[in-house]
């Protein structure tokens, strides 16, 4: 089997294991949350507010001497996290104070930020450079469309590092976050502060989307915030339990999609959206029969 041969004997795409399953588990955390307020879109808006935290980056690059270091690809990925973090409280902001739909300001923040970046990545081309000091554009590729079985050892600490930090702030969080998420109405009264619950959640899915889009590429990023969830809410009614299965579901949909990936050839996001879509169709299927049968077996109870 070429999975054995790639894992067992080069142990070449260890790291891109290490780095999926630590983006499994951060985003597996977030996703029921994702799931319970609706916020499939977010990830779609975060990941292409990218494109104007690439022109930012592009531009300060391009104003920047070399030796600031502002042209490396730590700096831009600093940069992109920086902006999309913006663009994320600027949607939680939008929302609170009623002025749009959370929906209607993720798609304003979307193309203004599409374009934005459009824009500045070409101020920054014609600012004058020294052929010296390198190209100011490395392309949009390198942030917005990355591989996960490109990933080395030092991108999968990276994603570690974030992963470790986002589990942390969500399980420091756990009560008010919670409690926010599930009954947003009354969480008030019991001294939860909604607007700050939902800022700290959009900071926390900007940080996910974005690390997960430069380490397995956009597709994987939303679909692991929205698939693992969705199945794990059918399968259990309590709060552990639906974290739980979330992340165990989130696991065995990359390891099925690595392999599926290996032994088929076929690349590996799309193999691992693949196998968590259907993955998803089974849990629906079976719930659908459990409620029947739960059904029948209450109706023949009274008869």
Do not use: N
């Amino acid at each position: 089997m070429r999975t054995f041969d790639y894992l067992f004997d080069s142990g070449l795409y260890w790291p891109p294991v290490l780095a999926g399953l630590a983006i499994v588990l951060m985003c597996g955390v977030l996703s029921p949350l994702v799931v319970v307020k609706r916020l499939a879109f977010v990830g779609q808006g975060v990941s292409h507010s990218a494109f104007g935290g690439i022109g930012v980056a592009a531009l300060l690059a391009a104003l920047t001497p070399a030796p600031w270091g502002l042209s490396g690809a730590g700096a831009e990925f600093a940069v992109v996290v920086a902006f999309c973090i913006a663009a994320a409280m600027a949607m939680a902001a939008a929302a609170d104070r009623r002025a749009v739909q959370l929906d209607t300001a993720i798609g304003v923040s979307l193309v203004a930020s599409m374009a934005l970046g459009i824009v500045l990545v070409e101020i920054a081309k014609a600012v004058p450079r020294d052929v010296a000091e390198g190209p100011v554009f490395r392309g949009w590729e390198p942030v917005l469309f990355g591989s996960i079985l490109a990933v080395g050892k030092q991108d999968a600490q990276v994603a570690g590092a974030i992963a470790a930090a986002v589990i942390g702030t969500v399980w420091w969080l756990r009560r008010p976050l919670i409690f926010w998420a599930f009954d947003e109405a009354a969480s008030p009264a019991f001294g939860v502060r909604a607007a700050r619950m939902r800022s700290v959640l959009m900071v926390l899915l900007a940080v996910a989307v974005v690390t997960a889009m430069k380490l397995a590429g956009v597709i994987l990023a939303t679909a692991l915030l929205v698939l693992p969830g969705a199945a794990a809410l059918r399968l259990s009614d309590r709060l552990a339990g639906v974290m739980a299965w979330s992340c165990v579901l989130g696991v065995g949909g990359l390891l099925g999609g690595l392999v599926l990936s290996f032994e088929a050839d076929m690349p590996p996001g799309a193999s691992i959206v693949l196998v968590m879509t259907g993955v998803l169709g089974v849990v629906w299927a079976w719930a659908g029969v459990r409620g029947v049968l739960t059904m029948r077996g209450r109706e023949a109870a009274r008869g």
